[in-house]
């Protein structure tokens, strides 16, 4: 996952590094230490991104409807996944969603979304 995260928006860039933290901390080889990040991960994000939309509110971002719509996009598969994890296949999917699909989603916002709505 990104390693740079800064987008010289103090508090913005602490959020991120808070949530590279956690999604960094996780242990590759114990399937309930991705469950735990995850569920980590979900409630960290409903602040980050309420911090997020605060903003957006604020200074009236033009874009504000989209980047609201993918924060709920991305927290409905959070909690989609956690709720899944309690059989083996749900298990398996959760840790291919954490590996596969929310690093990438993660760096993609802020490299678009993020980086856009600091520079407003």
Do not use: C
């Not at 602040?47 to 504000?64: C, G, Q, R, S, T």
Request: net charge negative; hydrophobic share 35%; charged share 30%.
């Amino acid at each position: 996952m990104k390693r740079n995260n800064l987008l010289n928006y103090e508090e913005i860039d602490d959020l991120h590094s808070e949530f590279l933290e956690i999604y960094n901390s996780v242990d590759l080889l114990d399937i309930n230490s991705y469950i735990q990040k995850l569920i980590s991960l979900l409630e960290h994000s409903k602040v980050h991104f309420k911090i997020e939309e605060d903003l957006m509110d604020k200074y009236n971002y033009p874009a504000k409807r989209e980047h609201k719509d993918e924060h709920q996009k991305v927290l409905a598969e959070m909690e989609y996944f956690i709720k899944s994890s309690n059989s083996l296949f749900g298990k398996k999917m959760l840790k291919a969603y954490f590996k596969e699909k929310l690093g990438d989603w993660f760096d993609l916002h802020l490299i678009s979304m993020d980086s856009d709505l600091t520079a407003y």
